[in-house]
């Protein structure tokens, strides 16, 4: 997948801006504040109609700017997509080559693109939300099955906590909600140990490559119940033991909206042993894991690394680059970095400036 070009209106610091892409290494270059992360953010608010650096669209319009817009070709082999991205007070249109896309679903398959931004250091350190949202957007990505599990999951369990929130919740009502919140949630758990495992079999090799030297990196998924055949007996046993603790707290205090996985570095947790260097480069390792779990090379993701080379020594970064270079596309952001050929942006007073490396 590439985007070929791209073009903001009131997006953040630019009035206007258009950019055309190349395949492999695109560096972005520039002072902090310049406005080097707004192009990459745009850049991955096409794959999921959200920011990573805010919650509220609102930010992305510019100041004393009415909307804003993101326009961009995509191709993924010989097919071609323009997508089309608005925002205004009132809220967001986005389309695909003039049809509307009204579902995440369907804008995630049009765009896959992936993230790195310096706070995901501390995604192992972090609440496990953090972690639980990696693996959700990641599987969802790759299988739309999931998101659609996902999405009754979290239905069934809004009806379970606004039955817990009444005085005296039916007792029959809260069981057979409890027992769809099940089945949903055996099919969420089964994904997600599916995708740990698939996670296993590539990670450790990133962070080898990366690091120069052999490391053995793993995750350790941490389900509310083993998905295993006895799978629904024991998860309708831990609802059962948790149900007075539901009912006097008056929330849902088990199932996969509570659940979180550990990374382990030659088999100490990173979290509380691994250094920032090392949190970081399997941080980064994660976040590239996706890339090569995917099969069909034109579905492979747009590969976003911001600010990712500033607190890595030489050695790791020559490495990291030449790792990157089998990547099909690549966006990095930095305050100065030469990397041969390369695609190189100059961002400076909010204007851009393409320059051959």
């Not at 920011?51 to 995509?74: G, P, Q």
């Not at 007792?171 to 995708?195: F, G, H, N, P, S």
């Not at 990173?270 to 980064?284: K, P, W």
């Amino acid at each position: 997948m590439i985007i070929r070009n791209l073009v903001l209106r009131n997006f953040r610091s630019y009035d206007f801006a258009e950019l055309s892409f190349d395949k492999g290494l695109n560096v972005i270059v520039g002072e902090n504040a310049e406005g080097k992360t707004n192009i990459v953010e745009a850049i991955h608010y096409l794959s999921l109609a959200r920011s990573f650096r805010t919650a509220e669209d609102a930010n992305l319009i510019r100041e004393k700017s009415d909307f804003a817009a993101i326009e961009a070709e995509v191709s993924e082999g010989s097919t071609k997509k323009k997508i089309n991205v608005v925002l205004t007070s009132s809220g967001k249109k986005v389309s695909c080559n003039g049809k509307a896309i009204n579902r995440l679903s369907e804008l995630s398959e049009l765009v896959n693109v992936v993230v790195f931004e310096p706070p995901r250091v501390l995604l192992f350190k972090e609440s496990p939300k953090a972690r639980r949202d990696f693996l959700d957007i990641s599987l969802s990505k790759q299988s739309s099955i999931y998101l659609e599990y996902v999405t009754k999951y979290e239905r069934a369990l809004r009806e379970r906590n606004e039955l817990l929130k009444l005085d005296k919740p039916n007792e029959v009502q809260l069981e057979i909600v409890t027992d769809l919140l099940i089945e949903v949630a055996e099919k969420v758990v089964r994904y997600r140990e599916m995708y740990v495992e698939q996670i296993n079999q590539v990670l450790s090799k990133i962070v080898t490559t990366i690091k120069g030297e052999q490391e053995n990196a793993r995750i350790r998924y941490q389900p509310f119940a083993r998905p295993d055949a006895s799978f629904k007996k024991n998860a309708k046993s831990a609802f059962s033991k948790a149900l007075e603790s539901d009912l006097r707290k008056k929330v849902t205090s088990i199932g996969p909206h509570r659940e979180d996985f550990k990374m382990s570095l030659n088999g100490k947790d990173v979290a509380r042993y691994g250094s920032q260097g090392e949190n970081r480069i399997l941080a980064l390792a994660l976040t590239l894991s996706p890339y090569f779990l995917i099969e069909d090379k034109n579905k492979r993701p747009i590969v976003v690394l911001d600010d990712v080379m500033s607190e890595l020594d030489d050695e790791n970064q020559e490495r990291l680059i030449s790792f990157l270079t089998k990547f099909e596309q690549v966006f990095i952001t930095s305050t100065s970095l030469e990397v041969k050929n390369a695609s190189v942006y100059e961002v400076k007073n909010h204007k851009i400036a393409r320059r051959n490396s």
